[in-house]
């Protein structure tokens, strides 16, 4: 363990962090999905439960985490051991009620730790002047899909089943959390935090980022539940189909280190705003065209905007909140985004069932996602703290 901060040794626990609590805690379970639907486990409405009682944990998790006054390194090392246990539960049951349990501890823990890392990681890489290296940190979100992704579509060719598949991934996610665990530093405390002294040190929550934000949740939420299942009503070869996801978790891996560049040029928000323009147009392809490649198309463009988003929403947040208060301000984020996703899959699933088709969930949350972008811009943020990031417009 180093007792130094590193910003390399920073950038790969962060990224890796990441990687095993959303690309596997979140979602390898949309890859594995249509699997579980092949096995017959598990149907669409079935689904749709699953996941939004996974976001049920994740707000869960995003509303009390600011609030833990336990040392942010225990915090961090269960959240990721309890991810990776929880995954290797999915594969060693069939009872609804169980899966029902371990997907609400993944969405609980999975909040937990972005929320660290977004918090400790971000503000460390800048204090170390390496503030390009937060778009690597993101992009474990990217890396541990597309890694989700590649392994699902060789379990489908290989003939594995879903819970042996939930079991793989599992020990992979053990062994990765057991490095993680061995490489914490200084960088996030090894003592309990300190509860605020005053209510009055709170500053004004900022309702425009909060509300763009919690419309990402709700818009990027669809295709990331139901893409393979979209795809696979098209074409029904694994090796067709099966590349839908991977791509989408290739796009977000190269989305956050690639748009760093342009931070140079544009504000948080004009990036931000820009990607759930791109992330609108990505929802409606589909609806307009149904084919593989619209299907591809969309991945890519929700797929390479929605870490861009969280990334600028993240960073947005250290801008404009005083030190003090950031993490509540991450927190508020955080619950808006997770409770656009709880709202998300039941909704389309509950559209599917009656139409057949997710174009109707699909064409009301692009509207939603232009709409919140137009506020974005027109209702700028005013800074209520120092700036302890960066300064981006």
Excluded at 352 to 366: V, Y
Aim: with cysteine; charged share 10%.
């Amino acid at each position: 363990m180093s007792s130094q901060p590193s910003a390399l040794r920073i950038t790969i626990v962060g990224l890796v962090s990441l990687a095993i609590a959303m690309g596997i805690g979140r979602f390898a379970f949309t890859p594995l999905f249509p699997m579980m639907q092949e096995n017959g486990l598990a149907s669409i409405s079935d689904g749709g439960v699953l996941a939004s009682v996974h976001f049920l944990g994740y707000l869960l998790g995003a509303v009390f985490a600011a609030r833990l006054r336990f040392a942010p390194t225990s915090t961090l090392r269960f959240s990721l051991i309890a991810i990776a246990v929880c995954t290797l539960g999915m594969g060693l049951t069939n009872d609804l009620l169980l899966w029902l349990v371990f997907r609400w501890l993944c969405g609980v823990f999975s909040a937990t730790t972005l929320m660290l890392v977004s918090n400790y990681y971000v503000k460390h890489l800048a204090v170390l002047g390496r503030p390009e290296n937060q778009g690597w940190v993101f992009a474990g979100v990217g890396a541990g899909i597309a890694v989700a992704g590649l392994g699902v579509m060789g379990f489908m060719l290989g003939g594995v089943g879903s819970s042996l598949g939930w079991r793989i991934m599992g020990a992979l996610s053990l062994v990765a959390v057991l490095a993680v665990c061995l490489s914490l530093g200084p960088e996030i405390p090894r003592t309990p935090l300190a509860a605020p002294n005053r209510a009055s040190q709170r500053t004004p929550l900022i309702w425009s980022l909060v509300i763009a934000y919690g419309a990402t949740g709700l818009g990027y939420i669809i295709p990331a539940t139901y893409l393979p299942v979209m795809a696979r009503e098209i074409v029904q070869s694994p090796i067709v189909f099966g590349w839908s996801w991977p791509v989408f978790g290739l796009a977000a891996f190269v989305s956050t280190p690639l748009v760093v560049m342009l931070r140079k040029q544009f504000s948080n928000r004009q990036i931000w705003a820009v990607s759930q323009f791109t992330m609108a147009v990505g929802l409606i392809l589909p609806v307009a065209h149904p084919h593989i490649v619209t299907i591809i198309v969309a991945g890519i463009c929700v797929g390479g905007t929605f870490m861009i988003i969280t990334m600028m929403g993240m960073t947005e947040a250290h801008r404009l909140a005083p030190p003090h208060d950031v993490m509540r301000h991450i927190g508020a984020m955080t619950t808006a985004f997770a409770s656009g996703q709880i709202i998300g899959p039941v909704f389309a699933g509950f559209i599917h069932d009656l139409s057949g088709s997710f174009s109707t969930s699909l064409l009301i949350t692009s509207v939603i996602l232009i709409v919140t972008a137009l506020v974005l811009i027109v209702y700028a943020p005013k800074e209520v703290g120092r700036e302890p990031v960066r300064k981006a417009g």
